[in-house]
């Protein structure tokens, strides 16, 4: 089946610093990727539509300058958490659609910031 | 390895009916379990989250169970309405690992 991979799987970084995740898609193109949150003991929860070639699209309360999405290519989205802060130590996991329904979610990032 | 799966693949019932969706997964040791919503082209929408030590959540007219020990989790949608056409997918959540994916459940609401 249709693999997304997600780097680093874990990070460490102290307060102030910025720290950006991979998303890819290892055997398909996805014009439309995901990127999700989920603070302990919370619901997974939505915070951009991530769209190839345009500029995300962010879930109310999601700081669009603080949570940088990239998307260059139809394999590779990128969220960069800008300045990170500890309240923003949490696990983050983004998805790739595959065609129009089928969405592949990747291992998610386990982000800790001091 | 947790695997997780769900039953039916696909269900097509009439407006008004009471129905059950099936999860079933293999090691025990989660964390907690997660019922989602996929529109087709959005993203996941979460409708409800049962911790591991709890048995059962509601919100309206959905109602999810959690049974641990037999691997099962249950969601109950009551009057269904044609809105509530979409794909149900749970996922467990395996202590720090990963999510793991059902592959969802393909439901659709005639009018």
């Known amino acids: 089946g249709a693999v997304v991979s997600q780097h680093p799987s874990w990070v460490i970084c102290k307060s102030g610093t910025s720290v950006k995740i991979e998303c890819r898609s290892l055997?398909?193109?996805?014009?439309?990727m995901f990127w999700y949150r989920q603070f302990p003991k919370q619901s997974l929860m939505l915070m951009a539509t991530?769209?190839?070639?345009?500029?995300?699209?962010?879930e109310q309360g999601v700081e669009k300058d603080k949570f940088l999405i990239n998307h260059a290519s139809l394999t590779l989205s990128t969220l960069t958490v800008t300045s990170a802060h500890p309240e923003d130590s949490s696990f983050y996991i983004c998805?790739?659609?595959?065609?129009?329904?089928?969405?592949?979610f990747g291992p998610g990032t386990r982000l800790l910031v001091l | 390895k947790q695997e997780v799966t769900q039953i039916p693949a696909a269900l097509s019932v009439p407006e008004g009916e009471n129905l059950v969706l099936n999860c079933s997964f293999t090691?025990?040791?989660?964390?907690?379990l997660q019922w989602f919503r996929q529109d087709p082209g959005k993203g996941l929408t979460s409708l409800l989250l049962?911790?591991?030590?709890?048995r059962e959540q509601t919100s309206g007219r959905l109602n999810a169970s959690l049974d641990k020990s037999s691997g099962r989790s249950t969601l109950y949608i009551a009057a269904s309405q044609p809105g509530d056409s979409a794909t149900y997918l749970c996922?467990?959540?395996?202590?720090?690992?990963?999510?793991?994916f059902g592959p969802g459940t393909r439901l659709s609401v005639l009018p």
């Open positions: 998805s790739a659609l595959n065609g129009r329904e089928t969405q592949y």
């Open positions: 055997d398909f193109q996805a014009t439309t």
């Open positions: 991530s769209n190839e070639g345009s500029k995300a699209t962010y």
């Open positions: 090691d025990s040791a989660i964390y907690n």
């Open positions: 049962i911790q591991s030590s709890q």
């Open positions: 996922a467990v959540d395996n202590y720090g690992q990963n999510f793991v």
